[in-house]
């Protein structure tokens, strides 16, 4: 980031290539909406771009990406008062038998965890993404999202707790 700082635009592609998926994802599975996502996703790239000029070394280029994409998630879910919807078919991984009951299967292990996942509160859902999707540590997740490191871990702890009782019950 330093390097597209100072007019290296060949250092922003490898910063976008490197944490486009990782991010995508983590809006993605936020707001459970494609159409919105890339508009969100797009936002938060540019909203980059505006504050290269301002950026400094405070913690990982990371936390900083993440702090920006939940402030403007925060944002969204303030205006428009978003409720979450379960994930589409189409996100669904391929099963491991390509026999009906094999995908059938899959398909409501994934729906049970869809559900499980947005009847999760916002704020440890949103920790669960940014550790899973983003492989951020609780460190990261705490600096991101403004809360202390116990709170971020917390909150990641009952997430998981939750997600693997949602799963249990199955």
């Known amino acids: ?4 700082r100072q007019g290296d635009a060949g250092a922003f592609e490898v910063l976008y290539a490197r944490h486009k998926g990782p991010l995508y994802r983590f809006v993605l599975r936020s707001v459970r909406e494609r159409g919105l996502a890339e508009e ?4 938060i790239w540019m909203r980059v771009i505006e504050a290269r000029g301002r950026y400094t070394v405070q913690a990982k280029f990371t ?3 993440y702090t920006i994409a939940h402030n ?3 944002d969204h879910w303030r205006k ?7 994930l589409a078919d189409h996100d669904a991984p391929a099963p ?3 026999e009906p009951e094999s995908r059938a299967q899959g398909r409501q292990s994934l729906q049970r965890f869809a559900a499980a996942l947005g009847a999760l509160p916002e704020a440890q859902r949103e920790a669960f993404l940014l550790h899973e999707e983003s492989g951020m540590s609780v460190a990261e997740i705490a600096a991101a999202t403004g809360v202390g490191e116990e709170a971020a871990k917390s ?3 009952y997430a998981l707790a939750k997600l693997r009782e949602a799963m249990a019950d199955g």
């Open 96 to 98: 491991a038998a390509d």
């Open 40 to 43: 969100l996703y797009q936002e």
């Open 72 to 74: 403007r998630l925060a």
């Open 155 to 157: 909150r990641v702890r």
């Open 80 to 86: 428009r008062g978003l409720k979450l919807v379960e």
């Open 63 to 65: 936390t900083w990406l």
């Open 1 to 4: 980031m330093l390097a597209y």
